[in-house]
């Protein structure tokens, strides 16, 4: 079956703009991650969805940051505004459900530059 | 908050020859631990997994972990590198109870050298 699918794979932006990246996750998982991963780091923990509840918001690194997801379905990671420091490749990751033993499975990731 | 090191930033291993990553975490009480593979260019795979049970895990592509609860380690192993192993490995690290964040290492480049 289908993957984690993202889009842009690619973005360049200049600094100030707004930019949103979309995340379609595997059919039936239920819980939806991002991630940041900047050059030569590890990942980042961003935002993770489950279901009708409440995100876990807490790794947004500002304001400017925000996300979205519909159901168990699409989700769209915004940043306002970018800074330089914002360029970075994106992942998003779907699993099953939330947490546990259940791994994450991982899209191509959208790179950002920010010029 | 759990956290992973992995202390090496690269390792380099002749074809054929044992291939071993560190992995150590932090965590407050008992883990769950993964680790992933990123090839250039491309999103994160996973590899295997520790939930319980036995303490040595066996994956992919010939892949195997061991679980060290007194040295708080993962380390991954296989008995043969090949070429094609060259990549970036993750580990990650995840309480079996409280919060639902997954942290990662800051990843270990492995060259497997011909």
């Known amino acids: 079956g289908a993957g984690v699918s993202q889009s842009p794979s690619n973005k360049v932006t200049e600094k100030g703009k707004d930019v949103e990246l979309r995340c379609d996750p595997i059919?039936?998982?239920?819980?939806l991650y991002w991630y940041r991963q900047r050059l030569g780091q590890g990942l980042e923990f961003l935002i993770y969805?489950?279901?009708?509840?409440?995100?876990?918001k807490s790794g947004l690194p500002s304001d400017r940051f925000s996300a979205e997801r519909t159901g168990e379905s699409v989700s769209t990671l915004t940043i306002q505004r970018t800074q330089q420091e914002d360029s970075a490749v994106y992942l998003c990751?779907?699993?099953?459900?939330?947490?546990?033993?259940?791994?994450?499975?991982f899209g191509p990731g959208t790179r950002l530059t920010v010029t | 908050a759990q956290s992973v090191a992995q202390p090496e930033d690269q390792v380099n291993v002749a074809e054929g020859n044992p291939l071993t990553v560190k992995c150590t975490y932090s965590v407050s009480g008992n883990p769950y631990l993964f680790w992933y593979v990123q090839y250039p260019n491309r999103g994160l795979q996973f590899l295997l997994k520790y939930i319980t049970g036995d303490n040595l895990v066996k994956g992919s592509y010939g892949f195997e972990a061991e679980f060290n609860k007194s040295q708080t380690s993962f380390h991954l192993k296989k008995p043969s590198a090949l070429v094609s192993d060259s990549a970036l490995y993750f580990c990650?690290?995840?309480?079996?109870?409280?919060?639902?964040?997954?942290?990662f290492g800051k990843g270990n480049q492995v060259v497997v050298i011909p």
């Open positions: 059919s039936g998982h239920t819980a």
């Open positions: 990650a690290v995840r309480p079996f109870w409280g919060n639902n964040r997954l942290a």
């Open positions: 990751a779907s699993s099953l459900v939330l947490g546990g033993e259940y791994e994450q499975y």
């Open positions: 969805f489950q279901g009708n509840s409440a995100p876990d």
